[in-house]
Each structure stands twice: as C-alpha cells, then as structure tokens.
C-alpha cells in the first residue's frame, strides 16, 4: 500500500508533558483538540446533554460546562457519566463546587486563580482530591478576572500580570506534587493573548489551552481566533483551544477544526476551492460554491472540491481537486481526479457534483 505523505506544517509541536482529560490526551504528541462551552443552564441536564450531542456530532473533543451554583454542581455526575465526551467543570468563587465535581467524575476542573480568594491555601486538598479520582485541572487566568494583587502591581491586564498569576499557580500545585494541568492566559486582545502564550511557554512544559477570550460576535471572533491561535500554532505552540464566539457553540467548534485544518494539524475533510468571482465569471459562483457546500456537508472522506467561475483558472483548479466544476457559457465541465466527465447545463452542476462526491466517497470507504 502507498504510504501518503502527512502534509507539511509551519513548525514542529513545542514539546509539552502529556495529560489527560478523561478519554482525551492532551499536549505531547497528541492532536490538538477543540474544546467549546454549552450554553444551557447545567441544570437543565437534558438540554445540556442533547447541547453536548450536537457538539460531538460537529467534532468537539472536550465540552465545559459552568457550575456557578449548588444545583448546577448536583447535575454534573449524571452529565458527566452521560455526556458523549469529556466535561470539564468551569468553577468561579465557590472552591467547594470544585471537590463537587472532582468527586462527581468530571474530566477535568477549570479553576481561575483570579476569582477563588482563598484558593491558594486549598490547593493541597484539591490536588489530593483531584489525584485520588484522575481528574486534571486547568489553570484558567483570564484578563477580565485576573488576581486583584496582580491587577494592582501591573496596573492593567498585561502579558507579564497573567503569565504571573499563572505560573504562580502552576508552581502551588507543584508544591504538591500534582502535575496533570493546563494552563490558559485568555486576552480579548489578540496580541496581548499571543504575547502571554509566548512567555507562558518558556517558563515551562505544561500543555497550553488556546483562547481570545470575549473574541465577540461570529465574524470578529472568529477573525481574532484564527489570528492568534495562527500565529502561535505556527510556532508550535498550543496543545488545546477554545474559539469563545458569541454564537452558538457548534460554530465555535467548526471555527476550531476550520483552523487546525487550514495550519494541517488536522485532517482536511471537505475542502472547497472556490473562487471570488470577478466580471469574467459566467455563473452565480457563491450561489455555487454555497450550494455545493451545503449539499457535501456530510461527506466523511477528504474531498477537494473546486468551484470555479470561468475557463481563467477554472480547468486548472479543477483538474487538481478530486471533483471539480469550470463554468462557461450556462454550462459546467465536471471533472472527476483530473479528467473531464462531462459537460451539463447550469442547473445540473450541483446534483452532478453531489452525486459524484458520493461515487468517490464509497470508492474511498471500500479501499
Ligand atoms: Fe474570475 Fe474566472 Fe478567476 Fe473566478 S475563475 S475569479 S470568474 S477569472
């Protein structure tokens, strides 16, 4: 059989200890996984598992889940043991909600240093707990809620104030002996957040999380994550990430996969090559390209498909993608893995394509 190649990425993974988040590895040579939150109330425990469903079907390795009350800490062993993948318990204030969950069989916990006063002299309990039941913990310093006695010597949420806090934390969990966490320095600033990753990772191997936090709504968001966990991906740097979008968790997690696809540190799946369109193009190509999108969502192999407006660089493209259509004249030339399969009118390319996906899909299944 032909050994395939991996494709090429920007840098080798910085060398990070490996943990564990239940089922799912985290930092070593592990993938990078994509993390997102629910948004229902943890007490609603049947929404919060169907949220979850949802979010496994998109391809979410690690779902949070918030805990901000006694009720919400009673619901996490049933969702816990039901959910599809690992939960991790997001705790603020309340250190007692953080045993709730470790010996409720949570994953993981979050703690933020920032927002558990007393934390610091809890840390010895909560490691033993914590090892006693194969949880790992995350280290969650954010900027909106960083340590008041950080906040008060830096004046503001700097790089330096949230790698302090964080390596402050790390080292009273290493006091005891305890070493299965990760940690995150979230920013809403981009910059600032890449600048703390960068410091972060020279002051130890722990597993980085990866988040701009309050990146807003989907398309700033989304821009603000793609640029940051870009530039520090591109670095090696990142062993976890959370795309935090004001939208639906789905998209965050298909924001997530979006990114490690486009850096190669996951698998492409369906691929559209599409093009802008200009005032040669002889066919609607976003209508297209949209259609075609929609009607392949599903397919499970790696496809590249090419969606091009004109005979410019439509051949071209098409003939380099596993499936391909080049429009011309209210026409289209569907090509199959390079050769010219046929030619149909306008409103034949979309089902033409979709039934070609699904011809080669089957092929690739059955190899
Ligand atoms: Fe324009 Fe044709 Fe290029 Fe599309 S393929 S951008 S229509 S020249």
Same mark, same amino acid.
């Given at each position: 059989?032909?050994?395939?190649? &991996?494709?090429?990425?920007?840098? !080798? $993974?910085?060398?990070?200890?490996? #943990? +564990?988040? @239940?089922?799912?590895? *985290?930092?070593?040579?592990?993938?990078?996984?994509?993390?997102?939150?629910?948004?229902?109330?943890?007490?609603?425990?049947?929404?919060?598992?169907?949220?979850?469903?949802?979010?496994?079907?998109?391809?979410?390795?690690?779902?949070?889940?918030?805990?901000?009350?006694?009720?919400?800490?009673?619901?996490?062993?049933?969702?816990?043991?039901?959910?599809?993948?690992?939960?991790? &318990?997001?705790?603020?204030?309340? !250190? $007692?909600?953080?045993?709730?969950? #470790? +010996?409720? @069989?949570?994953?993981? *916990?979050?703690?933020?240093?920032?927002?558990?006063?007393?934390?610091?002299?809890?840390?010895?309990?909560?490691?033993?707990?914590?090892?006693?039941?194969?949880?790992?913990?995350?280290?969650?310093?954010?900027?909106?809620?960083?340590?008041?006695?950080?906040?008060?010597?830096?004046?503001?949420?700097?790089?330096?104030?949230?790698?302090?806090?964080?390596?402050?934390?790390?080292?009273?969990?290493?006091?005891?002996?305890?070493?299965?966490?990760?940690?995150?320095? +979230?920013?809403?600033?981009?910059? *600032?957040?890449?600048?703390?990753?960068?410091?972060?990772?020279?002051?130890?191997?722990?597993?980085?999380?990866?988040?701009?936090?309050?990146?807003?709504?989907?398309?700033?968001?989304?821009?603000?994550?793609?640029?940051?966990?870009?530039?520090?991906?591109?670095?090696?740097?990142?062993?976890?990430?959370?795309?935090?979008?004001?939208?639906?968790?789905?998209?965050?997690?298909?924001?997530?996969?979006?990114?490690?696809?486009?850096?190669?540190?996951?698998?492409? +799946?369906?691929?559209?090559?599409?093009?802008?369109?200009?005032?040669?193009?002889?066919?609607?190509?976003?209508?297209?390209?949209?259609?075609?999108?929609?009607?392949?969502?599903?397919?499970?192999?790696?496809?590249?498909?090419?969606?091009?407006?004109?005979?410019?660089?439509?051949?071209?493209?098409?003939?380099?993608?596993?499936?391909?259509?080049?429009?011309?004249?209210?026409?289209?030339?569907?090509?199959?893995?390079?050769?010219?399969?046929?030619?149909?009118?306008?409103?034949?390319?979309?089902?033409?394509?979709?039934?070609?996906?699904?011809?080669?899909?089957?092929?690739?299944?059955?190899?």
């Amino acid at each position: 059989p032909s050994v395939k190649e &991996a494709p090429p990425v920007l840098a !080798p $993974r910085r060398k990070t200890r490996k #943990i +564990k988040v @239940g089922s799912v590895e *985290v930092g070593g040579d592990a993938h990078v996984s994509v993390q997102s939150m629910t948004t229902t109330k943890t007490t609603d425990i049947g929404a919060t598992l169907q949220q979850i469903a949802e979010l496994t079907a998109a391809g979410c390795d690690i779902v949070r889940v918030a805990c901000p009350s006694a009720d919400d800490a009673e619901a996490l062993p049933i969702i816990a043991k039901k959910s599809t993948i690992p939960v991790i &318990a997001d705790i603020h204030f309340q !250190p $007692r909600y953080v045993f709730a969950a #470790i +010996k409720g @069989g949570c994953a993981a *916990v979050r703690v933020n240093p920032g927002n558990i006063r007393k934390f610091d002299d809890q840390v010895k309990e909560i490691a033993q707990a914590a090892k006693d039941h194969g949880t790992s913990i995350r280290i969650g310093v954010n900027a909106g809620s960083l340590d008041p006695r950080l906040l008060k010597k830096y004046g503001a949420a700097t790089p330096e104030a949230l790698v302090e806090s964080a390596v402050w934390e790390a080292s009273l969990f290493e006091e005891h002996d305890f070493h299965d966490f990760k940690i995150s320095v +979230k920013h809403h600033d981009p910059v *600032v957040m890449v600048k703390a990753y960068e410091m972060l990772a020279e002051r130890g191997d722990w597993p980085l999380h990866l988040g701009v936090t309050e990146a807003g709504p989907a398309f700033q968001g989304t821009i603000k994550s793609a640029v940051a966990f870009g530039a520090l991906l591109s670095k090696g740097i990142g062993d976890t990430i959370r795309v935090s979008l004001s939208a639906p968790p789905v998209e965050e997690v298909k924001v997530g996969i979006q990114i490690l696809q486009s850096l190669n540190l996951r698998p492409k +799946k369906l691929e559209i090559v599409s093009c802008p369109s200009c005032g040669r193009a002889q066919v609607d190509v976003y209508k297209l390209a949209e259609e075609v999108t929609e009607g392949l969502k599903d397919v499970t192999v790696p496809l590249r498909v090419a969606v091009m407006g004109c005979v410019v660089n439509g051949p071209g493209e098409a003939r380099e993608a596993d499936l391909g259509v080049a429009s011309g004249n209210g026409k289209g030339q569907i090509f199959v893995k390079g050769e010219v399969i046929s030619t149909v009118p306008e409103s034949e390319i979309v089902p033409t394509l979709i039934a070609e996906a699904q011809r080669i899909a089957e092929r690739m299944e059955a190899e």
